[in-house]
């Protein structure tokens, strides 16, 4: 069973993990007004680890990373945090990878580098969005 969080208020965090330092520094600027909670992480490894003790909304995840791929981050993140809304970011598009993981619902959008900001911003809009309807479902579905 997946490990279910329930924050108060509407969370607004979110999780960039890319191996390349200048990409997330890159990422956060373009972010930052956006009232975001941004948290960073270099590997799946350490984004497993932020995810396991921060509760965080959307992750956006590179799909090219040393020792795990993001569409196999995400494929665990799914499995051990559900709730969470999952995005990958890259400019590697391995359409076979990358349908296979929309299909089976480990990703919630695909976005491509290098990124258009307002494309960038849309996407992680329409996924906190997604986040706060999901939400919205579980709580009507345990109050009826």
Same mark, same amino acid.
């Given at each position: 069973?997946?490990?279910?969080?329930?924050?108060?208020?509407?969370?607004?965090?979110?999780?960039?993990?890319?191996?390349?330092?200048?990409?997330?520094?890159?990422?956060?600027?373009?972010?930052?007004?956006?009232?975001?909670?941004?948290? $960073?992480?270099?590997?799946?490894?350490? !984004?497993?680890?932020? +995810? &396991?003790?921060?509760?965080? =909304? #959307?992750?956006?995840?590179?799909?090219?990373?040393?020792?795990?791929?993001?569409?196999?981050?995400?494929?665990?993140?799914?499995?051990?945090?559900?709730? $969470?809304?999952?995005?990958?970011?890259? !400019?590697?598009?391995? +359409? &076979?990878?990358?349908?296979? =993981? #929309?299909?089976?619902?480990?990703?919630?959008?695909?976005?491509?580098?290098?990124?258009?900001?307002?494309?960038?911003?849309?996407?992680?809009?329409?996924?906190?969005?997604?986040?706060?309807?999901?939400?919205?479902?579980?709580?009507?579905?345990?109050?009826?």
């Amino acid at each position: 069973m997946g490990a279910y969080w329930e924050p108060q208020g509407s969370s607004r965090s979110l999780l960039l993990v890319d191996d390349e330092e200048n990409i997330r520094q890159a990422l956060k600027r373009a972010l930052r007004q956006e009232g975001y909670e941004i948290y $960073t992480a270099a590997s799946a490894q350490e !984004g497993l680890a932020i +995810l &396991a003790r921060t509760q965080v =909304a #959307v992750v956006v995840v590179d799909q090219r990373m040393p020792a795990m791929s993001g569409t196999e981050f995400l494929g665990k993140v799914r499995t051990i945090y559900p709730d $969470t809304i999952r995005i990958v970011l890259s !400019g590697y598009t391995d +359409l &076979a990878t990358v349908s296979a =993981a #929309v299909n089976e619902g480990s990703i919630f959008k695909f976005l491509t580098k290098p990124w258009d900001e307002a494309q960038l911003k849309e996407g992680i809009r329409l996924g906190f969005r997604e986040f706060d309807r999901q939400r919205a479902e579980r709580t009507r579905s345990a109050a009826a």
